[in-house]
Structures are given as structure tokens and as C-alpha cells.
T-cell receptor, first 111, second 117 residues
Framework: RKEVEQDPGPFNVPEGATVAFNCTYS??????FFWYRQDCRKEPKLLMS???SGNEDGRFTAQLNRASQYISLLIRDSKLSDSATYLC????????????FGSGTRLQVQP | GAVVSQHPSRVICKSGTSVKIECRSL??????MFWYRQFPKKSLMLMAT?????????EQGVEKDKFLINHASLTLSTLTVTSAHPEDSSFYIC?????????????FGPGTRLTVL
């Protein structure tokens, strides 16, 4: 079983739609959780950290359920510029802070 | 935000040559840097953790004699792919850990695309 699992998609949605991505992680001792965005042939960029209480940044809302080991990302009012691959990322090794990446969910927002 | 650079951004080389990739943190000191590899349509896979002033820690299955890592200063880590072969062709990305007052975040370099002919 992979440490971090995501639905690979692609998710094809029209502009203005709301889309949700899910992610599960296997290590119950994981401490930190993130969503990264990666554009084609570019490096990943931090979108937002994910906190137990849930957090929102503009059109983006992240949720964490530690009991279910489940993380989600909700994007409201999708823009064309949101088209990218969204990576669920977990830090299970608090000493080194090495990150474990999910394989990513591809989003294509269409006009 | 913090900036991490990588050089070169792209390299094409013949099989058997060695390739050195540099990763620099431009506006902060990074005692820890990480090297990842990403094959097409796959996720980033951690190769090794680079620690300033000490030996790198390699992930299982990564040959330390093939992927030489040097972290000689707080702002520079290098990855050398020795005797590169076509199967080493990949996107290599470094990240630098920024651990300061009120922050503990990793910042990624722009990546180096290696093609071995």
C-alpha cells in the first residue's frame, strides 16, 4: 500500500465549478500535511498547509481527519488557471522533515 | 517567499558521463536539503537527505556511489550522477528546509531535466 494515495483523475470541470480532491495516508504517526500544486514540467509549489481544525485560503479549503487518515482539498469557483496537478503531501518523519508525495490528481478546468 | 535555485535547468549528455547538479538557497541558510526524482507522470520520490557538514542519508534502493551528494555549505548542495545511463533520465528536484523563527517549510528548486542519450 502506498504511503499517500490519491485519485489520479483527471478531473475535467467547467469554469466556476466546485471540485474536491481526496487523499489518504497510511502512517498514523504523520504530523504535517500539505497540498502542493505542480504545473506541467515545473517544480511543486506549496498551495497550503492542512490543519486539524480545517483551514481556508480564498477559494481553497483544506480539511484533515486524523481518525480516518484522510485529507481533502476543495476548490470553489474554479478558474482556468487552476488547471494543474494537485499533490497531497505528508511529513511522517518529524526529525528529517522529508516529505512523502502522493502521485497527484490532475485538474483541467475548461472554458 | 524564500528562493531556491538549481543549475543547470536542463542537461543532455552521453551515456557514461557524469553530471553535476547544484542546488542553492538564495536568501536563507539550509542545514537540510532534499533531492527528489520524478519520472514522467509519476510522483516525486525522495532520493536522499543532504545534511550540511555530514554524510547524506539515502533512501532504500538509491545507490550512494552513483548519486554523490555534497553539502559543503549552508546554501549549497550538489548531486552528481556518475556514469549516467539512459534509465537515469528524469526530472531532478531539490528542496531546502527553511527552519527559522516561526517557520519550518521546504522550498523547491525549479528542477533539472536530465536526458541521457
Amino acid at each position: 500500500r502506498k504511503e499517500v494515495e490519491q485519485d489520479p483523475g483527471p478531473f475535467n470541470v467547467p469554469e466556476g465549478a466546485t471540485v474536491a480532491f481526496n487523499c489518504t495516508y497510511s502512517n498514523s504517526a504523520s504530523q504535517s500535511f500539505f497540498w502542493y500544486r505542480q504545473d506541467c514540467r515545473k517544480e511543486p509549489k506549496l498551495l497550503m498547509s492542512v490543519y486539524s481544525s480545517g483551514n481556508e485560503d480564498g477559494r481553497f479549503t483544506a480539511q484533515l481527519n486524523r481518525a480516518s487518515q484522510y485529507i481533502s482539498l476543495l476548490i470553489r469557483d474554479s478558474k482556468l488557471s487552476d488547471s494543474a496537478t494537485y499533490l497531497c503531501v505528508v511529513n511522517s518523519d518529524t526529525g528529517r522533515r522529508a516529505l512523502t508525495f502522493g502521485s497527484g490528481t490532475r485538474l483541467q478546468v475548461q472554458p | 517567499g524564500a528562493v531556491v535555485s538549481q543549475h543547470p535547468s536542463r542537461v543532455i549528455c552521453k551515456s557514461g558521463t557524469s553530471v553535476k547538479i547544484e542546488c542553492r538557497s538564495l536568501d536563507f541558510q539550509a542545514t537540510t536539503m532534499f533531492w527528489y526524482r520524478q519520472f514522467p507522470k509519476k510522483s516525486l520520490m525522495l532520493m536522499a537527505t543532504s545534511n550540511e557538514g555530514s554524510k547524506a542519508t539515502y533512501e532504500q534502493g538509491v545507490e550512494k556511489d552513483k548519486f554523490l551528494i555534497n553539502h559543503a555549505s549552508l546554501t549549497l548542495s550538489t548531486l552528481t550522477v556518475t556514469s549516467a545511463h539512459p534509465e537515469d533520465s528524469s526530472f531532478y528536484i531539490c528542496s531546502a528546509r527553511h527552519n527559522g523563527r516561526g517557520t519550518d517549510t521546504q522550498y523547491f528548486g525549479p528542477g533539472t531535466r536530465l536526458t541521457v542519450l
